[in-house]
């Protein structure tokens, strides 16, 4: 009919129930673990005044991905999807409710600190893949990429309210109700997710969990294009968190702000993230040049990790992390589509595993980085991060261009 319009991809996505059900929970999480996140490094500012204390708490919450990418991917092509969201976000209240309690009491300790962001962390990477693949049961295979790029969006919103939120909540209520949001995030993402009539169940039976996690392995190293963009999502994130995890230490001793500047500083790379992933949803289908796109985007964040890392001034220092979460956003929501769309169902919860590599490598940067801080100075090691990025971009493009085509 003349004078209507055609509704856009995103709002016929939120239009459907188990779709709009599985979008809030997980915008909730997101909100949740990124006023997690900062409160994290909160806490280890005021436990410590060692830039490498305050990036092993860091290294504590990553180390379970790494150990745990592939065996997470195994979970998701083994077992209900849904149900184990559903686990993993009820077991992280948990751990979220001890940290707020510990905090309330004044009985957290470094140690305590530690583990508590450990199990965390382990919480995150053993549900991740499952909900990263579950998307596939609650839309058309047409709208993955929509749909991926619209959790984008809601990731994006998360990383400028989360901070925003959990700045305001440490203002006006002290450190432990920072901990408390993110509890009551996990139980709403619980309640909205049991709430999905969609069956989270893998679409083959799976066999034996070494041999599965072998298989997996196998078709990715046989996948050339597949292989091509997780080793960039990989080699990346190798040191893609140092900057992040040393924002505390950037933030009060070369901008010589507070807690306050430091929620406002997080919630920047938040804000970078959101117009390129809108951009997408309201889209329907891929991209033209989404491998060339993945590039740009890993590239541009680079270089604004670099300006990051030499800037004394706090403007340029928030224009940076905005630019930041452009191109470090773009790139996850590229990794996802991308991945989805070039390989096979049957695999997709094994190799969004592998992407849980991406967060679980940057163990070993944050270690090695927070390690040279001490020594070179904390300007000096996040600027080296971001000319790393940026070599590993540009490195993959030299070595299969055909990807840039995908």
Same mark, same amino acid.
């Given at each position: 009919?003349?004078?209507?319009?055609?509704?856009?991809?995103?709002?016929?996505?939120?239009?459907?129930?188990?779709?709009?059900? &599985?979008? !809030?929970?997980?915008?909730?999480?997101?909100? @949740?673990?990124?006023?997690? $996140?900062?409160?994290?490094?909160?806490?280890?500012?005021?436990?410590?005044?060692?830039?490498?204390?305050?990036?092993?708490?860091?290294?504590?919450?990553?180390?379970?991905?790494?150990? $745990?990418?592939?065996?997470?991917?195994?979970? +998701?092509?083994?077992?209900?999807?849904?149900?184990?969201? /559903?686990?993993?976000?009820?077991?992280?209240?948990?751990?979220?409710?001890?940290?707020?309690? *510990?905090?309330?009491?004044?009985?957290?300790?470094?140690?305590?600190?530690?583990?508590?962001?450990?199990?965390?962390?382990?919480?995150?990477?053993?549900?991740?893949?499952?909900?990263?693949?579950?998307? %596939?049961?609650?839309?058309?295979?047409?709208?993955?990429?929509?749909?991926?790029?619209?959790?984008? /969006?809601?990731?994006?919103? +998360?990383?400028?309210?989360?901070?925003?939120?959990? @700045?305001?909540?440490?203002?006006?209520?002290?450190?432990?109700?920072?901990?408390?949001?993110?509890? !009551?995030?996990?139980?709403?993402?619980?309640? /909205?997710?049991?709430?999905?009539?969609?069956?989270?169940?893998?679409?083959?039976? +799976?066999?034996?969990?070494?041999?599965? !996690?072998?298989?997996?392995?196998?078709? *990715?190293?046989?996948?050339?294009?597949?292989?091509?963009?997780?080793?960039?999502?990989?080699?990346?994130?190798?040191?893609?968190?140092?900057?992040?995890?040393?924002?505390?230490?950037?933030?009060?001793?070369? !901008?010589?702000?507070?807690?306050?500047?430091?929620?406002?500083?997080?919630?920047?790379?938040?804000?970078?993230?959101?117009?390129?992933?809108?951009?997408?949803?309201?889209?329907?289908?891929?991209?033209?040049?989404?491998?060339?796109?993945? &590039?740009?985007?890993?590239?541009?964040?680079?270089?604004?990790?670099?300006?990051?890392?030499?800037?004394?001034? %706090?403007?340029? +220092?928030?224009?940076?992390?905005?630019?930041?979460?452009?191109?470090?956003?773009?790139?996850? /929501?590229?990794?996802? =589509?991308?991945?989805?769309?070039?390989?096979?169902?049957?695999?997709?919860?094994?190799?969004?595993? =592998?992407?849980?590599?991406?967060?679980?490598?940057?163990? *070993?940067?944050?270690?090695?980085?927070?390690?040279?801080?001490?020594?070179?100075?904390?300007?000096?090691?996040?600027?080296?991060?971001? @000319?790393?990025?940026?070599?590993?971009?540009? @490195?993959?493009?030299?070595?299969?261009?055909?990807?840039?085509?995908?």
């Amino acid at each position: 009919m003349s004078g209507t319009r055609e509704p856009t991809l995103a709002r016929t996505l939120l239009a459907t129930p188990d779709y709009r059900r &599985y979008w !809030l929970g997980s915008t909730a999480f997101a909100l @949740g673990i990124w006023a997690f $996140l900062v409160s994290m490094g909160y806490s280890a500012k005021q436990l410590t005044d060692s830039p490498f204390r305050v990036s092993l708490v860091s290294v504590a919450y990553f180390a379970p991905m790494f150990l $745990l990418a592939l065996p997470s991917g195994v979970l +998701a092509d083994r077992y209900d999807r849904k149900q184990v969201v /559903v686990a993993c976000r009820a077991a992280s209240a948990v751990t979220a409710t001890a940290l707020a309690f *510990l905090v309330a009491t004044d009985a957290l300790a470094y140690p305590a600190l530690l583990v508590l962001c450990a199990l965390t962390g382990a919480t995150v990477v053993l549900e991740i893949a499952a909900r990263q693949a579950f998307v %596939t049961h609650v839309v058309a295979p047409d709208q993955v990429a929509g749909a991926a790029a619209l959790g984008s /969006v809601q990731g994006g919103i +998360a990383r400028v309210f989360g901070p925003l939120v959990v @700045g305001a909540l440490i203002g006006s209520l002290g450190q432990a109700a920072g901990y408390a949001f993110f509890a !009551l995030a996990n139980a709403f993402c619980v309640w /909205v997710f049991l709430r999905i009539k969609a069956s989270g169940a893998p679409p083959r039976t +799976a066999g034996h969990p070494l041999h599965e !996690l072998v298989e997996g392995l196998r078709y *990715l190293r046989n996948h050339a294009d597949a292989l091509t963009v997780v080793s960039v999502g990989i080699l990346s994130g190798v040191v893609g968190w140092l900057y992040i995890a040393l924002l505390p230490v950037v933030n009060h001793e070369t !901008l010589h702000g507070g807690p306050v500047q430091l929620s406002v500083l997080s919630a920047a790379i938040g804000l970078g993230s959101v117009p390129p992933s809108v951009l997408l949803a309201l889209r329907a289908g891929s991209p033209p040049y989404e491998g060339a796109l993945f &590039y740009g985007a890993t590239v541009l964040w680079g270089v604004s990790v670099i300006v990051f890392g030499t800037t004394s001034s %706090t403007t340029v +220092a928030f224009v940076a992390l905005v630019v930041s979460g452009a191109g470090n956003g773009l790139q996850q /929501v590229l990794l996802r =589509t991308l991945l989805l769309r070039i390989t096979e169902p049957a695999y997709h919860g094994r190799v969004m595993g =592998t992407l849980m590599l991406t967060w679980g490598a940057n163990v *070993l940067g944050t270690l090695l980085g927070g390690s040279l801080a001490d020594r070179y100075g904390v300007p000096a090691v996040i600027a080296a991060s971001g @000319g790393l990025i940026v070599a590993v971009a540009l @490195g993959a493009w030299a070595k299969r261009p055909s990807t840039v085509h995908l």
